[in-house]
């Protein structure tokens, strides 16, 4: 298919294209001219065809609404009324993958096939699942989904739900509870805030007029943007999704807007308690989490951040770390700011502390990103505290990698070997 720049193809206008030489292929950005919706389209041939539709989610409270909204879109549809046909599909169609994800500030339902035929039976399902949802009519998928009471015995009631019940088994979770009030001290005027899978003790205070009324507000055609990818003939798939837009309408809600950038704060350190179990000690179990904001940055420093933080995810501890960077190339290291020796020293110092754990947070525009380093302390009761300092060895050992992936990706060739 021939997508020139201004041409129209059933219904989508071709706004732009552009170059993805790493993955040597190339991509179009097309709109939807009845409704606004975005569409990106990239050729790469895989042997694979890709489709994914998502919407800017931004939570306002902790109740989980936008994660409750992704489990019931995939219990039933207008033209799929089964139980959970999604569950239908994982048995009779030929896809790779297929499932639905809820971030802080979107969610998405993707799936992955290598048949044409295949993908266009999928893409009616997700379609209908997204934009014809039976949660609209059925209360009961709500209380399913979210909360319900249910007899507990001995006359008792007990508060369940799919999304109620998965949440409770975070509430222990070091990692997630860290996770959780970082987001809270970092940025208390914005959305990160909120809890979006949702907080067990907030989940029951969604009602089911709340529920609908968000989907109305978010699940909206304007609100949607579709990726697709593969060697497809397109046609039949932009047509496809012409038709169910074009029947859907603009939503007389407002399109979300991007969430505006945080303002600077100092948040005073914090603790947070998590419960060992009964054959746990405490010592060891103490942990340390010192967080800071990137901010808009788009320079190299924060591919660096980001390339470094999958780099990390192969190192358990300190002396590794060095193990690994004492396999480069001397004359590299002379073009650095810091010598393997202040590395050495520097994790002989914080030998107990797994360094330069880095995630990144990108909202749904790519505006804001947030970066963390978690420590793992082998003292004290266990608590989560949360540092708004850095050590100058900590500082100086951070620089040096970054400076060195950065390297490294102007000199691929000159790289450590497998």
Known sequence: M???IGSVINGFRVLRDGDVPLLNARYWKLQHEATGATLYYSDRDDGQMVFSVGFRTLPEDDTGVF??????CLDGS???QLKEPFVNLLKTSMAVDLNAMTFEDKTIYYFISTNEQDYLNLMSVYMDAVFNPLLLTDRRIFEKEAWHIEPAGDGKVAISGVVFNEMQGND?????IMWMQNEKQLFPDLFFRFNSGGDPAYIPNLTYEQFTETYHRFYSSQNAVFYLSGNMGLEAEL????SVLTEKGVSAYEKPAPAPLQAPVVSPDGTVYYQLADNEEIEGNTHLMLTYVLGEDKSA????FSLLSRYRSRINDGHRLVIHLNKLHCHLRNLLDISADHIHVACKQHKRLAVLTILDRIDFCHRLRVSRIATYSPNGICRIKYHTSITKHFKRLLNFCCHLIMLFLLLPDNGPKA
């Open 239 to 242: 047509a496809h999704i012409d």
């Open 172 to 176: 222990n979770q070091p990692d997630y």
């Open 301 to 304: 420093e924060v591919l660096a």
């Open 78 to 80: 207008k033209n799929y």
């Open 67 to 72: 994660h409750i909204l992704e489990h019931s």
């Open 2 to 4: 021939d997508l020139k």
